[in-house]
């Protein structure tokens, strides 16, 4: 079947006005009379406009112009020559996107301008379209005898406010829109991307973007001189120049958004409706589709780009993962794809420096891309051939006509482009990602690609200006800071997502890639996925692409015996494209649920930020005539994504459009749910959760300073996860809140603890929530004496002990507190402490001069004591040798001709020892006294580059990453400081006992590289 962009005209009305008695202001107004944009010329003739929504002042008198690199400004003296009113309404349908059809509905205004000042007067129109969303508005410099070769140095375009309004907004970098987003007061901007996004001080909601980006350079906002002004900034040429070219020229659309809610904004069309309709006659090959593939794995360190013994785009390894596409996706309902990162020649080294090494049509010698493809295609499964041109832009385009042509050979049908380039292009080189130079590439290569029936989705891209409307083949981009950010750096705060689709997602669709089911990385202990993984789900609804990643690795999507895990079917069944969107509740950095239409199902995403929030959605979205069934997937009540974030309850319930969902998101959460039409189904009609709270456990009396604690009993009398917030307020004054979460139909016992909450003796009103109020008494208490926070530090022969000491008690008093050295009382100090609330603490310093070497048992008071040794057991000095035989890890083994080498440092620094993929070794003999009976060692070896398995004498300790083998790859850990833990029954007292070290360096520096190196002594219970 052939589909066509399909574009329905209803109504066409224009008429023009020739300018025949001189004005200086003209209006126009939204169809729906709530918009009004004002344009004016200024004293100094200089072009203004303003914007005001329903008689309120948005946007004051703003200056509009250019200034020339080889000419004078064209920003005043000005007059209006003719203008022209418009009104146009069509709907028409799109290939793929967040609606199945958009209403077109503007008024336009077209100003003719032309200077007055000289006898060589230039033109400039300026047209403004006015929706009921919103404003856009461009130049036009038409073709003329006073203007041919224009090079373009600014826009005088402004964004004038009337108030310091709150901003979400990321700082602007010509190569990459890989930030995150700040929320400051206007004022506070620097240099913006757009979208940028503004909360007014009323309560609006209003977006600043341009639309149809098109042989011009992307525009930044940056803080202008008077209060609350944003002035446009454009990407320039390495000389300077922004916009280079000729008339007639005309500029993107400068665009407005403006909504009551932040939920308006997403749903608003205006960015695609000022864009051209679909050029693509024949768009049957442009498919939306989830896809897999080899991608997560590199960059969790489990394989690697470049070739060698852990390359990851072997044969091998893309049989594994198509195998488990085929297996667990219906691929006679939808496409679904298969990209391979890593499969071409180029990838070896520093790929991000040596883009003019890559070939886009020959593999690597282990990866047989062309029987990978036809074996997908066997399969029903869509290849995605993947493109880094790590910004050498003329080899790209050298190879890129052959390139597509072998693709489309081969069936291929869609290209991931990539452009890894933080510092600008390196051929030609100084060109930005953003600038009209690249602005162009991207554009012409979504064009040639349609030629070849190829769609694209760029990586490191130009941001979205709703081209995807004339080029549905550009499907995607990743203009935002997306998963891959959780792999190696500090991650993506929970927050993050609940910004994006009030920010980039209004440019249009961005590959975030979700789907992160192992979401705690355990082999990358300083590195996690800031989610839940219910909130990865809820993902898949709530940021929108067409085309949406399965991201992990097969195996983290099953169970430990191999089947498939129950919430991936949440996975399986969301669409990638939808009849209809929109967003019921929302605040920016806060929450986000959005629901999407896809034929007569519903799907819903609900995610939050660090905090927990219990959400309700009204199902009046419903056909009221109809039962529906709801599969709920939800946090579990002991989830929360820092250290707990892998439980999904999932329920299924049947709902009608009189319901409420109760949507109950854990911190870091989120929910998904998926609503269809009931058929016959046996399943129990939506219970609405409601938590029943009574004391279980109560104290009537406490002694001053001490905890409070009580228990209560709570039951969820519903069949949907929900939470519940417990409330204590002492005196009518609240002092304590906790949300605890249950499963459906569960109960539990709970109990609510407030730490030195009494001091003063005497009666106290208790209540939580709306129980009964409840009387404790607090009564008096003698001193007494806790001890805390013992430390111990050496300084030549001087021993200098400090302890705390705090007094709990209602009254002040008098201890003597000692400090024992191998269990006999060295000295007692005399130590008088007040009381008060909370307890009066205090620090008691002990100097003692040490005898002799040797190991000393140290405590205060009842604190647990603390063996150290005197002089510090020495770390620095091991022995090394390259290789790998695992009898170096024995006690006895002869290490006597090993290099000696000083630590931390990298084996390059210490062994002239450069080769990539290789083993190493270390070892080190300490002398372990008697007086280490009943102790257990702590030791901390420090980073490691890149995994290392660790030995004492013989047994293994402790590892970091996974050392590669015959089956598995390697996993990096080198960000890690590596502590490990000996049990006493290990050591051998009065002898010498050995640390081993096995360390394996695929690439780079290898080694240890970093401390710090130190042994601690344990008291074993």
Not at 107 to 130: C, Q
Not at 426 to 435: F, I
Request: aromatic content about 12%; glycine content about 6%; overall charge negative.
């Amino acid at each position: 079947m052939v589909y066509l962009c399909v574009t329905i005209v209803i109504l066409l009305i224009m008429f023009s006005c020739q300018a025949k008695n001189q004005t200086d202001k003209l209006t126009i107004s939204s169809p729906d009379k709530n918009i009004l944009v004002t344009f004016t010329l200024n004293q100094e003739k200089q072009p203004t406009y303003s914007v005001s929504y329903n008689g309120e002042v948005l946007i004051k008198p703003s200056k509009l112009g250019f200034t020339f690199k080889n000419d004078t400004p064209l920003a005043k003296n000005l007059r209006i020559v003719d203008y022209k009113e418009s009104t146009f309404y069509d709907k028409w349908q799109t290939v793929w996107g967040i609606k199945k059809e958009y209403i077109n509905h503007y008024n336009e205004l077209i100003v003719s301008l032309e200077e007055t000042n000289t006898k060589a007067p230039r033109k400039m129109d300026i047209i403004f379209r006015v929706f009921n969303d919103g404003v856009g508005f461009r130049y036009v410099l038409p073709e003329q005898n006073n203007m041919d070769k224009i090079e373009i140095m600014s826009e005088f375009t402004e964004f004038t406010f009337t108030d310091d309004h709150t901003v979400w907004w990321a700082e602007n970098d010509w190569n990459s829109l890989e930030k995150l987003y700040q929320k400051t007061p206007l004022s506070q901007v620097t240099t913006a991307n757009t979208p940028l996004t503004i909360k007014t001080t009323s309560n609006l909601y209003v977006a600043l973007h341009e639309a149809q980006l098109i042989n011009y350079a992307s525009m930044a906002l940056k803080q202008g001189v008077e209060n609350y002004k944003l002035v446009s900034e454009l990407a320039p040429w390495p000389d300077g120049v922004k916009v280079k070219g000729s008339v007639p020229l005309q500029t993107p659309w400068r665009t407005i958004q403006i909504s009551t809610t932040p939920g308006g904004l997403i749903e608003s069309g205006l960015i695609l409706n000022l864009n051209d309709p679909c050029v693509i006659e024949d768009t049957s090959w442009i498919k939306p589709m989830k896809y897999m593939g080899i991608w997560w794995e590199m960059h969790i360190g489990k394989s690697t780009w470049g070739s060698g013994s852990n390359h990851g785009a072997t044969t091998e390894n893309a049989l594994r993962y198509l195998n488990f596409i085929a297996s667990h996706f219906d691929t006679s309902k939808e496409p679904i794809g298969f990209l391979v990162e890593g499969w071409n020649k180029g990838w070896d080294g520093a790929w991000y420096d040596n883009g003019h090494l890559f070939s886009f049509t020959e593999a690597y010698p282990d990866f047989d891309l062309e029987m990978i493809v036809q074996y997908a295609k066997a399969l029903g499964i869509e290849y995605i051939m993947h493109n880094e041109t790590s910004g050498d832009i003329l080899n790209y385009e050298r190879q890129m006509t052959d390139a597509f042509k072998y693709y489309q050979q081969l069936g291929v049908h869609m290209v991931k482009t990539g452009y890894v380039a933080d510092t600008g292009m390196k051929n030609p080189k100084g060109q930005n990602h953003h600038g009209q130079y690249m602005v162009n590439h991207y554009n012409n290569v979504v064009q040639k690609a349609a030629n070849y029936q190829l769609m694209i989705n760029t990586h490191e891209p130009v941001k979205g200006t709703g081209l995807e409307r004339t080029y549905p083949n550009w499907v995607s981009r990743e203009s935002i800071r997306g998963t891959e950010y959780e792999a190696w750096s500090e991650g993506n705060p929970p927050e993050h997502t609940t910004i994006l689709p009030f920010t980039m997602g209004l440019a249009g669709p961005f590959d975030y890639t979700p789907g992160i089911f192992d979401v705690l990385l355990p082999d990358r202990p300083d590195n996690c996925v800031h989610t839940t993984r219910a909130k990865q789900l809820a993902l898949y609804v709530v940021l929108y692409s067409p085309i949406q990643m399965v991201s992990d690795l097969p195996e983290n999507y099953l169970d430990n015996y191999g089947e498939l895990l129950p919430e991936f079917k949440f996975i399986r069944d969301v669409p990638t494209t939808w009849d209809d969107t929109f967003v019921p509740h929302g605040e920016i950095g806060d929450y986000i649920t959005v629901v999407r239409k896809k034929d007569n199902e519903f799907y819903i995403g609900s995610i939050t930020d660090e905090e927990a929030r219990e959400l309700t959605l009204p199902l009046d979205f419903l056909d009221s005539d109809k039962e529906y069934i709801a599969e709920i997937y939800a946090d579990s009540n002991d989830v929360e994504w820092e250290t707990n974030p892998n439980g999904v309850t999932i329920s299924i319930v049947k709902v009608t459009n009189k319901d409420t969902l109760t949507l109950s998101l854990a911190k870091g959460g989120g929910e998904a749910i998926r609503i269809y039409p009931a058929k016959n189904a046996s399943y129990s009609a939506y219970q609405k959760p409601d938590i029943v709270v009574s004391y279980r456990n109560m104290p009537l009396t406490l002694k001053s300073n001490d905890p409070l604690e009580i228990t209560l009993s709570l039951t969820n009398t519903g069949n949907v996860i929900k939470g519940e917030t417990m409330n204590l307020y002492v005196n009518d004054k609240l002092v304590d809140s906790q949300t605890f979460r249950l499963n459906p139909k569960s109960s539990e016992q709970v109990t609510l603890k407030y730490e030195n909450l009494f001091f003063e003796v005497g009666k106290y009103k208790i209540r939580i929530n709306d129980l009964e109020e409840k009387e404790v008494t607090v009564n008096p208490k003698e001193a007494t004496f806790v001890y805390n926070d013992l430390t111990i530090n050496i300084i030549d022969n001087t021993l200098y002990v400090t302890a705390s000491v705090t007094n709990t008690g209602t009254y002040p008093g008098n201890t003597k507190v000692p400090l024992i050295i191998n269990k006999q009382v060295i000295e007692e100090k005399d130590l008088y402490l007040p009381s008060k609330l909370g307890g009066y603490k205090s620090n008691v310093t002990f100097t003692y001069q040490l005898p002799k070497e040797g190991f000393y048992e140290i405590t205060v008071g009842d604190l647990s004591p603390i063996l150290i040794s005197h002089p510090e057991i020495d770390l620095s000095l091991w022995k090394f040798q390259k290789g790998d035989d695992l009898t170096y890890k024995e006690i006895d083994y002869d290490d006597s001709a090993w290099q000696i080498v000083t630590l931390p440092a990298s084996w390059e620094e210490t062994s002239n020892y450069y080769e990539d993929y290789v083993f190493g070794w270390y070892r080190k003999a300490i002398y372990l006294p008697p007086e280490l009976s009943g102790y257990s060692i702590r030791i901390t070896l420090g980073k490691i580059d890149d995994c290392d398995e660790t030995y004492f004498n013989g047994y293994l300790i402790g590892k970091s990453g996974t050392i590669p083998d015959d089956r598995n790859g390697m996993i990096s850990a080198w960000q890690t400081v590596r502590t490990y833990a000996i049990p006493a029954h290990l050591i051998k007292l009065g002898q010498v006992n050995v640390i081993g070290i096995r360390v394996y360096d695929a690439t780079g520096g290898g080694g240890l590289f970093e401390g710090p190196l130190k042994i601690e002594f344990i008291k074993e219970n």
